[in-house]
């Protein structure tokens, strides 16, 4: 079966300092993955997503950025942190090109605070 | 662009009471339609999808119907629990290549003893 691990689950972090969140799926092959920011109280904001190794597409341009160096993982980064960043990261993946019905399938998520 | 709409309360019931969250969405493509559920502190699950006009997703007790003629998918359970307290996000996908999925705001659920 399908699993995604995403990590840290919390994380506190000064101003002005990086980040890297790291997400992997096992069990599958080729999936799509993303990156959502979900803002307290507020829905899902789509920052990243990406369909290959190496292909990424931002939805929103920003002081994130993300990279996919391996099939099955995805990293969110950044070199300098903002208060703005604060929020809970979901990554998620779903499997590509087999049909209208496919889902997607959610991390346990990663609550940063900036301070 | 396609776009999902959906009441985001907060929505309060005491337990077994009927509950209905309305959803509506707007789609270039013919979408697959699904509500997914967000307990404190977690990611989202899945707890229902339709892929086609007049589907009808059911998953412990909740039920929604893909209306492609008013561009519905609200979802309905007849009673509710304390344990349903969360969030509850509809969402739908299109363009199985590069697939992207959009959400709701979510419509947060408070069920009292």
């Known amino acids: 079966s399908q699993t995604i691990h995403q990590w840290p689950a919390t994380l506190v972090q000064p101003v002005g300092s990086p980040l890297s969140l790291e997400c992997t799926v096992e069990?599958?092959?080729?999936?799509?993955l993303y990156w959502y920011r979900q803002a307290a109280g507020r829905g899902l904001q789509l920052l990243f997503y990406?369909?290959?190794?190496g292909q990424i597409s931002s939805e929103v341009p920003q002081n994130l950025s993300a990279s996919r160096p391996q099939d099955r993982q995805f990293i969110l980064s950044s070199k300098k942190l903002l208060l703005s960043d604060s929020g809970f990261y979901l990554c998620?993946?779903?499997?590509w090109g087999t049909g209208r019905n496919t889902e997607a399938f959610f991390g346990q998520g990663t609550r940063l605070t900036v301070v | 662009g396609d776009s999902v709409t959906q009441m985001e309360g907060p929505v309060t019931l005491s337990e077994e009471a009927f509950l209905t969250i309305n959803c509506t969405y707007t789609a270039t493509g013919y979408p697959s339609l699904f509500w997914y559920v967000q307990y404190p502190g977690e990611g989202l699950q899945l707890l229902l999808k339709?892929?086609?006009?007049?589907d009808k997703g059911s998953n412990k007790g909740f039920e929604a119907t893909y209306r492609k003629e008013t561009t519905s998918f609200h979802l309905e359970k007849g009673s509710v629990q304390v344990s349903d307290s969360a969030v509850y996000f509809c969402?739908?996908?299109?363009?199985?290549?590069?697939?992207?999925?959009?959400f709701g705001p979510g419509t947060r659920l408070s069920v009292l003893p």
């Open positions: 990406s369909v290959g190794i």
């Open positions: 339709a892929t086609k006009a007049d």
């Open positions: 069990g599958t092959s080729n999936p799509n």
């Open positions: 969402a739908l996908s299109v363009d199985n290549y590069g697939q992207n999925f959009v």
């Open positions: 998620a993946w779903s499997v």
